[in-house]
T-cell receptor
Framework: NAGVTQTPKFQVLKTGQSMTLQCAQD?????MYWYRQDPGMGLRLIYY???????DKGEVPNGYNVSRLNKREFSLRLESAAPSQTSVYFC????????????FGQGTRLTVV | GQQVMQIPQYQHVQEGEDFTTYCNSS?????IQWYKQRPGGHPVFLIQ?????EVKKQKRLTFQFGEAKKNSSLHITATQTTDVGTYFC????????????FGDGTTLTVKP
């Protein structure tokens, strides 16, 4: 049972490049989330999807787009990467939204130069 | 501005000493969750508190939710080196449409 799987684990981008971070969960969870974590800080919510077919903005959505492809997969896209987007990105899922525990992926360490 | 504040930011203890981290919100919380993140790792769920005044224990860890549901604490008795990491609280604000807000975390280091 893999839980939440994120790809890639590491990525270096040049300013202006685009990329998509992939996330998949095999726990049949309804809700999925994308967070970013900057050094010495907590996790800030970028986007979340309460259920298949819905997405909503979190605290820091600017510069990002998401797609809830199906119940298992939730991708995060950076259309034009900026150095300020250098961070560790975590995908998470939960069965019943923020009323239930969230399971996190291993994270993607992104550097934009 | 940030609605869930966590203190202290860092705590260094000698193995065997106790440790406490506090989480405070300016608004009432529907629930609060606690997570632990080991260095280089990902957050792992520890517990969720829902009721006013609730106290839960997990071995050496004691979690409390304040009577007004605006604050919470995590206390570790007799720390061990395996307790090192960053402890985060995540509060679900009544007014925030189901989006939990994470505190900045307390990073615990334990000297053997």
């Amino acid at each position: 049972n893999a839980g939440v799987t994120q790809t890639p684990k590491f990525q270096v981008l040049k300013t202006g490049q685009s990329m998509t971070l992939q996330c998949a969960q095999d726990m049949n969870h309804n809700s999925m989330y994308w967070y970013r974590q900057d050094p010495g800080m907590g996790l800030r919510l970028i986007y979340y999807s309460a259920s298949e077919g819905t997405t909503d903005k979190g605290e820091v959505p600017n510069g990002y787009n998401v797609s809830r492809l199906n119940k298992r997969e939730f991708s995060l896209r950076l259309e034009s990467a900026a150095p300020s987007q250098t961070s560790v990105y975590f995908c998470a899922s939960s069965e019943g939204g923020t009323l239930t525990e969230a399971f996190f992926g291993q994270g993607t360490r992104l550097t934009v130069v | 501005g940030q609605q869930v504040m966590q203190i202290p930011q860092y705590q260094h203890v000698q193995e065997g000493e106790d440790f406490t981290t506090y989480c405070n919100s300016s608004t009432t919380l529907s629930n609060i969750q606690w997570y632990k993140q080991r260095p280089g790792g990902h957050p792992v769920f520890l517990i969720q508190l829902v009721k006013s005044g609730e106290v839960k224990k997990q071995k050496r860890l004691t979690f409390q939710f304040g009577e007004a549901k605006k604050n919470s604490s995590l206390h570790i008795t007799a720390t061990q080196t395996t307790d090192v990491g960053t402890y985060f609280c995540a509060g679900l604000l009544n007014t925030n449409a189901g989006k939990s807000t994470f505190g900045d975390g307390t990073t615990l280091t334990v000297k053997p």
